[in-house]
């Protein structure tokens, strides 16, 4: 797991990881107090759609709650699927984001998304 981040320079930071069909959940990292969370680019990037038989959706959230700030995010179609949880862009303290991959239906064998979080510290 990564810590909080802060750059020197004025610029926008971010987190990323991947997330496949038969990951699990994933530690995307942890952004700084403080910081302002840019939804419209922040969310799943999804580059090889997910293929459960029934639903294919991407939660975004903290370790305390999974779907926080991206709830059934659609991962069955390869497009960027931004954050859609209407709760606050500035983070109360260093934030740890989650990402998991919620299916249904037959199990999926193909699937991956880049999880991206944007912020300002």
Known sequence: ?????????QQVHY?????NFDSGVVTVGT?????????PISGASVNVAFNAGTNNFIDIGTTANDDLY?????????AMV???????????????????YAQTGTAASAGSARIIIAYIP
């Open 70 to 78: 991206g709830t059934d995010l659609a991962g069955g179609t390869i």
């Open 82 to 100: 931004p954050l859609d949880e209407a709760v606050t862009q500035v983070l109360a303290a260093d934030t740890t984001f989650t990402a998991t």
């Open 1 to 9: 797991m990564s810590q909080a981040r802060k750059y020197h320079t």
């Open 31 to 39: 952004a700084p107090a403080g910081a302002i969370l840019l939804k």
């Open 15 to 19: 987190l990323d990881a991947t997330l």
